[in-house]
């Protein structure tokens, strides 16, 4: 009895077209402008549909190069440490200068074997968070092994290290994750407070731990301050 046709456009390109056919009435430009309507969603329901499988395929895709370079990186890891514990043995009897570098060596690369295992496990785990391992871990000694591995790099940057961390103080919490966050922190210091003083302090409190990195450098505009807790 009546039918009409509308074009269905996919980021505006033409991609089909939708019929509609009625057996009992004749069509009007009231039902044109609704065929039109309808059809410009099933447009944007198409183009989410495409979007959100290409999302998904470059998810996998990630997560794949994720695992791929966890498992190539365990190779060159295993060699380090071997040749980090041949070091040990070499530099048993030698200046305490070299068994402190040999010391940092086998830390450093104990962080890069404990954040290889994390990058495996965020992509097997497939939520796009980090599987985080809680353990009774003192922050203190955290704080004391970075900033002596973060040495260099203050000196470098002409920063007197003043660290104030004495006491055990246990927490619960990612060793690892830990160590990333002071790490980050040092080096901000280091790099918008170069020459001036570089203050780290664990506190105890009332069920509390407080880490403390103040730098005495640029400083952060007041306008920025609400990206700080953004990613990166």
Do not use: W
């Amino acid at each position: 009895r009546s039918a009409m046709s509308v074009l269905l456009h996919v980021r505006d390109k033409v991609t089909g077209v939708l019929t509609f056919g009625a057996l009992t009435r004749s069509y009007d430009r009231e039902d044109l402008r609704f065929a039109e309507e309808y059809a410009q969603q099933v447009g944007a329901l198409l183009e989410n549909t495409r979007l959100y499988a290409q999302a998904q395929s470059a998810i996998r895709t990630r997560d794949d190069f994720l695992c791929l370079a966890g498992h190539e990186l365990r190779t060159p890891l295993t060699a380090l440490h071997l040749a980090v514990e041949r070091l040990k043995q070499g530099t048993a009897s030698a200046r305490p200068t070299s068994q402190n570098s040999v010391e940092m060596v086998a830390r450093q690369a104990r962080r890069l074997s404990n954040l290889t295992d994390l990058m495996l496990l965020a992509a097997r785990h497939g939520t796009g968070e980090l599987p985080l391992r809680f353990e009774e871990v003192d922050l203190t000694a955290i704080a004391r092994d970075v900033a002596l591995d973060s040495a260099d790099l203050l000196t470098h940057a002409g920063c007197e290290l003043r660290l104030d961390a004495d006491e055990p103080v246990v927490v619960r919490g990612d060793r690892t994750g830990l160590e990333v966050v002071l790490s980050n922190l040092l080096s901000n210091a280091t790099k918008f407070g170069k020459g001036a003083p570089v203050e780290v302090s664990v506190l105890r409190g009332d069920g509390t731990a407080t880490l403390t990195v103040r730098d005495h450098g640029i400083g952060i505009p007041v306008e920025q301050l609400g990206s700080v807790f953004e990613r990166f």
